[in-house]
């Protein structure tokens, strides 16, 4: 029998040990190996990085009350100055042949004025959150988003322009039952026409500000929309005036101008389109963005034919210099806010969209104006701009010997209620509605500002209606300004 000696036994227990400690040592030299191989790749791919030049996001910014109504301020006088010039000319023009003997062109006005909330300045929203999180820094990156952005915006404009002229013929028609079937093609080929020049000279104009904002520093969600604004509704008023003028007058002689021109527009709508799918961003909204500038455009024609039916009544003549001042204000301070929410929610990188979302608390109008965070600090700016601003507009108005009412204390009260109760509904909304889309999955740059600015337009011109109404009751019956 044979027994182990006890040297084979000592070195069969010290065997274990011994593939322990190799196996250790196997393992971290694996894992050094491991790590040189990862610090050479990184290296490698650092220098890839480097002769690439790809952009790095810049970091945001960090902004003051102080910063952001010094950044808003001008913008937003300048945009209240074109609000200005556009009720002066809304003023002039309401007396001329076309909008006396086709009073439904009237009812185009917040609609058309609306594209300023639902394209430009969604289109600036985009423009802005895409510039501030660095997908605009390569010039590549940047021509393809402005290429396939101004593309979608012509589609757009050609469908909300046609889809107006429609809503305008059934507004028009239902309260009288009178339809003229000249009348209904020259709403059309108005509509189409200025919505589409419109947006192609405010798309460029807002490209060019963006751009410029960000190379100098400036936060563009602070000057972009108000710019837009600003210029937005003094050409398109003057465009509608003059194209529908135009137009009239060719009823006379051809009956066949009016359907050309619509049908010229609508024609090109195929290619804005091919041009608008080759960029991921806009291929996306080109499909599913329709919902929110189809109802938008809804809503402003609501406001339109309150206008109409306001404005017709000659003892509320004077409302029309003052309608895109008060609309054009309010969609303005909406929309830098929204904008402003928009781009906090993607520079934080929150998630868009959950599965099951949590149902969100309703936020309170407290939290709105009184928080200590960003947004609320950025509404409370915004609402003090708008008793300053307004008097500023009004006085400017007076000057001019613009409209056709006398500014006594009685009207300057009223007028600024509904101006700040417009404004205060328009900044809780927002706050409430960004953060709402943003936790369904909807991105509030393409959604929220169309719905702002049009309920700003259905707000602002029936507080503004209701307010001639109530100065007439009471008595403040001035309407020799401007006569």
Not at 128 to 148: E, F, L, R, V, Y
Not at 284 to 294: D, K, M
């Amino acid at each position: 029998m044979l027994f182990p000696l006890a040297g084979d036994n000592d070195q069969e227990n010290e065997r274990p040990d011994m593939v322990v400690l190799d196996c250790r040592a196997n393992a971290k030299g694996q894992r050094e190996e491991d790590a040189l191989l990862e610090n050479a790749s990184q290296s490698n791919e650092s220098d890839d990085t480097s002769t690439d030049q790809s952009p790095v996001p810049p970091a945001p910014l960090k902004e003051t009350s102080f910063s952001i109504g010094l950044q808003v301020l001008f913008p937003f006088l300048l945009a209240g100055f074109g609000t200005v010039a556009a009720g002066m000319v809304l003023d002039i023009v309401q007396h001329w042949t076309v909008f006396t003997e086709v009073t439904e062109v009237f009812i185009l006005v917040p609609a058309l004025l609306g594209l300023k909330g639902n394209l430009e300045m969604t289109l600036a929203s985009r423009l802005s959150t895409a510039a501030n999180i660095g997908q605009m820094d390569t010039a590549k990156d940047m021509w393809k988003m402005i290429m396939g952005n101004l593309a979608l915006i012509q589609v757009q404009a050609t469908v909300v322009g046609f889809l107006a002229s429609i809503a305008a013929v059934i507004f028009g028609w239902i309260p009288e039952g009178n339809f003229k079937m000249g009348h209904a093609v020259l709403l059309c080929a108005s509509s189409v026409a200025t919505a589409f020049i419109a947006s192609l000279l405010l798309g460029l104009i807002m490209i060019g500000v963006i751009i410029a904002s960000r190379k100098v520093g400036i936060n563009p969600d602070n000057v972009a929309t108000p710019i837009a604004a600003s210029l937005g509704d003094l050409i398109t008023l003057a465009l509608l005036a003059g194209i529908s003028t135009g137009l009239y007058k060719e009823l006379e002689f051809n009956d066949y101008a009016n359907p050309m021109v619509c049908a010229f527009f609508v024609a090109l709508t195929p290619i804005w389109v091919l041009i608008a799918r080759r960029t991921p961003s806009t291929r996306e909204v080109l499909y599913s963005g329709w919902e929110p500038v189809i109802i938008a455009m809804a809503i402003s024609s609501v406001g339109g034919l309150i206008l109409d039916k306001t404005v017709s009544n000659p003892n509320f003549a004077g409302m029309a210099v003052f309608t895109p001042v008060i609309n054009g204000v309010g969609g303005n301070l909406v929309a830098v806010q929204a904008s402003r929410i928009s781009t906090y929610l993607h520079m934080n990188a929150l998630p868009i969209a959950e599965p099951n979302p949590a149902p969100r608390k309703c936020p309170t109008p407290w939290s709105t104006f009184f928080g200590s965070g960003v947004n609320a600090r950025s509404a409370r700016v915004l609402f003090l701009l708008v008793a300053p601003g307004h008097l500023v507009f009004l006085y400017t108005i007076n000057s001019m010997q613009g409209g056709h009412t006398t500014l006594t204390s009685v009207f300057i009260a009223f007028y600024l209620a509904a101006a700040l109760l417009q404004v205060v509904i328009l900044l809780y909304l927002a706050d409430w509605m960004v953060n709402w889309m943003w936790h369904r999955g909807m991105d509030p740059d393409n959604f929220s500002i169309p719905y702002l600015t049009a309920l700003g337009d259905l707000l602002g011109t029936g507080f503004l209606a209701l307010c001639f109404h109530i100065l007439w009751l009471i008595g403040d019956r001035d309407t020799d300004v401007g006569d």
